[in-house]
Nanobody, 124 residues
Framework: QVQLVESGGGLVQAGDSLRLSCAAS????????MGWFRQAPGKEREFVAG????????YYTDSVKGRFTISKDNAKNTMYLQMNGLKPEDTAVYYC?????????????????WGQGTQVTVSS
């Protein structure tokens, strides 16, 4: 099983930026598709962004398009989520996830491995 560890969360003000990182224990991240999900209090975990194994394809939920950027450094076995223009509604625990053979990046069931999550809080 692949271990995923998120970092980079914190408390920021509306309009600020944060960069989340997700370090994977596998050496073959190049063959491993990944994604970010988030869960706000009292809500279901929702898809935020996904990236193909080779990094050539990215996918975003509508609410973050133009503000968030997902990327992947296969040499460092790490995925990132650059979050700009943060809003209070972005407040949630952010989870990274990964798997192989993913076809629907927004579907939680497609991912085999999950991190423990990192808290992002955006104050107004």
């Amino acid at each position: 099983q692949v271990q995923l560890v998120e970092s980079g969360g914190g408390l920021v003000q509306a309009g600020d930026s944060l960069r989340l990182s997700c370090a994977a224990s596998v050496r073959t991240v190049g063959s491993y598709a990944m994604g970010w999900f988030r869960q706000a209090p009292g809500k279901e975990r929702e898809f935020v962004a996904g990236i193909t194994s080779n990094g050539s394809g990215t996918y975003y939920t509508d609410s973050v398009k133009g503000r968030f950027t997902i990327s992947k450094d296969n040499a460092k076995n790490t995925m990132y989520l650059q979050m700009n223009g943060l809003k209070p509604e972005d407040t949630a625990v952010y989870y990274c996830a990964g798997g192989r053979g993913i076809s629907t990046y927004s579907a939680r069931s497609e991912y085999n491995d999950w991190g423990q999550g990192t808290q992002v809080t955006v104050s107004s």
